[in-house]
């Protein structure tokens, strides 16, 4: 199992869902569970900052998460919601969400399921998120930190924000990005923080693929 952390814009998720595939691993978006629980949350009209309104809801929630690092399905109420998820008010909302201690307890639970079943049966798994090496799976044999230059992580998220067909600038990219860190980083439950024994990789100067190729190896010696 590679435990996989770090904040936005670090290539995070492209990185976790290419060594995934090249290791012939699962994959576990967390993000994207914390992401399904926040979609839930706006679609039935409830306000982030309720915190009880919002644990009782992610309680409630009918979500699903695939491992497929080919196709990693998202689907809430039965309905593929991979794009949704991405979206602006998502994005907004979803620190305020991620930071109701009885959402983290949820999620975490049912990550630590997903991954000892994937264990089970297939071997391998690379699982992405905040808090994995931390406290989803502080056993994991191999922990990587992944960090960037903030202008760096603004300008991956504006290219991807274009490429989604979303109209913003590098600065709003930029604010956006700064002000999720700030949150996640500062909440009392789970707060975004490498683990003790974690690799640090700074994949400011570095192609997605010098990073997949430097994690393959860490992975085959450690994973
Ligand atoms: O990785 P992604 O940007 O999709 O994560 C969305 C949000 O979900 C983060 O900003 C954070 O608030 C929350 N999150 C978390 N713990 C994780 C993964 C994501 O709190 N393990």
Redesign the pocket.
Known sequence: MVALDGP?GTG??TVARTLAGRLSARYL????M??LVTLAVLRSGTDPGDRAAVAHLAHDAEFSIGTDPERPEVRLAGQDVAAEIRGPEVTGA??AV?AVPQVRELLVARQRRIIADVLAETGGIVV?????GTT?APDAPLKVYLTASAEVRAARRNTQDTAAGRQTSVAEARESVQR?DR??SSRAASPLRAAGDAVPVDTSELTIDQVIVALAELARRRG
């Open positions: 936005s995070k998720t978006d967390t993000g994207a914390y992401r979803v620190s991620s992405e998120g905040r808090d994995i989803v999720r949150l996640d």
